[in-house]
């Protein structure tokens, strides 16, 4: 008799996979991009734009100086209500950047006049 081998969902395949590589962490934290708008409020993500996420670093384009250091002040609660509810992946630092939100580039970008 030979020994028939389990079968494993894809998903389960792919969360033990992300799991043993240390790649889960890095997928929890790369969500918060998406969520961004929700999590700030409209009134923010207007004049925001997440660029990236690494290590508990989240970069974020802003429109202008003054909302560049109108955020950075604001930087705690907007990390609280970024990890509210979030086990894994947290955010511990932002780090603001003057770009345009619509494009995404900043001053010394394609784009810098």
Do not use: C
Request: hydrophobic share 40%; net charge positive; proline share 6%.
């Amino acid at each position: 008799m030979t020994e028939r081998k389990r079968l494993t969902s894809v998903a389960d395949a792919l969360a033990a996979y992300l799991a043993s590589s240390g790649l889960g962490e890095r997928v929890e934290e790369a969500a918060i991009v998406p969520e961004w708008a929700d999590r700030v409020g409209p009134a923010i993500a207007a004049v925001t734009l997440p660029l990236s996420v690494s290590h508990g670093t989240l970069m974020v384009g802003v429109r202008s100086s003054a909302w560049l250091m109108e955020l950075h002040l604001m930087e705690r609660e907007i990390v609280r209500r970024l990890n509210a509810g979030r086990p894994r992946g947290q955010v511990r630092r932002i780090r603001f950047v003057q770009a345009d939100p619509g494009t995404g580039r900043g001053p010394h970008g394609p784009g810098a006049r």
